[in-house]
């Protein structure tokens, strides 16, 4: 299976900035990038939030459709402190056709080991585990990413070898950031999905503003970028994100509002793929 950029992150983590000294050298600006999202182990209540995807697909047609986003964060003191953590992501449909339906996802820290997607589907009382690699690069509610997109991490320092292309300045939302952009390249003996990727990295606090993916023949498929930032206790998180499929025509807008800590801490029993048609999530606010 081809390793995949994580944009999970982006769209729904658990975000906690830590910056850590000046980076000078592209690998050293890669390192603080992949850790800018950060749990506090001191705080494993979970996160709760609402996304919102709108498609927009060739021909002018588009759907949309609102999600109920669990997170929560475990930390396994067995295993090493570099790769200790194990993401749990649950999302739920609501409303419209897809009502009910649920997408599970659990991520480890620990790149050796495979991130695992489940797909509940009410109208059958089933869930399916996503496994094969046809599975996971099925369409995600319609939109320009795939469940492996979501659910994929991927060593960038591994798979690519990376150099400072240029610094400029973009604007996001009316404002201004100094940025690097950094060029990746695939390294001959890695199989990463795109041969070579563009990053524009915050100077400020190392977030990833924009990537755009290439192929083997430097044609650009897919893009992704911020378009709106907010606060979360304290810590600029994406809040408008933009997703492009360049080569089915396919763009996706995803909005992540009302991102909150939930009354009671989220346990993993909400997580188990063998009780979603169990959840209701107005007992969460919803």
């Not at 009302?258 to 606010?285: C, I, V």
Request: hydrophobic share 40%; glycine share 8%.
């Amino acid at each position: 299976m081809k390793k995949r950029m994580a944009i999970m992150a982006a769209i729904s983590g658990l975000m906690f900035l830590s910056v850590l000294g000046v980076a000078q050298t592209a690998d050293e600006i890669i390192d603080q990038m992949e850790n800018v999202f950060q749990v506090n182990v001191d705080d494993e209540r979970g996160v709760l939030a609402t996304m919102v995807l709108e498609n927009e697909y060739a021909g002018g047609v588009s759907s949309e459709y609102t999600l109920a986003v669990f997170e929560l964060t475990e930390f396994e003191t067995t295993r090493p402190e570099d790769a200790d953590e194990t993401s749990h992501v649950l999302m739920y449909f609501l409303g419209g056709d897809e009502d009910g339906s649920i997408f599970l996802l659990k991520t480890p820290e620990d790149e050796t080991l495979d991130s695992q997607m489940w797909l509940y589907l009410p109208a059958l009382g089933v869930t399916k585990e996503l496994v094969s690699d046809t599975d996971q690069a099925g369409s995600f509610a319609g939109s320009s990413m795939s469940y492996g997109d979501l659910g994929g991490t991927s060593d960038l320092r591994d798979d690519y070898t990376a150099t400072i292309l240029r610094e400029e300045t973009m604007d996001v939302d009316g404002e201004s950031f100094d940025v690097w952009v950094l060029d990746l390249s695939a390294k001959p003996d890695a199989n990463p999905d795109y041969d070579r990727v563009l990053l524009w990295v915050s100077k400020e606090d190392y977030l990833s503003l924009r990537m755009e993916s290439y192929n083997s023949s430097d044609a650009l498929e897919s893009t992704m970028e911020f378009l709106v930032l907010g606060e979360f206790e304290g810590d600029r998180v994406p809040e408008v994100i933009q997703t492009a499929n360049l080569e089915d025509g396919t763009s996706t807008t995803v909005t992540v509002s009302g991102m909150r800590r939930p009354d009671a801490p989220l346990t993993l029993e909400l997580f188990d793929p063998t009780s979603l048609g169990e959840l209701d999530p107005s007992a969460y606010g919803f």
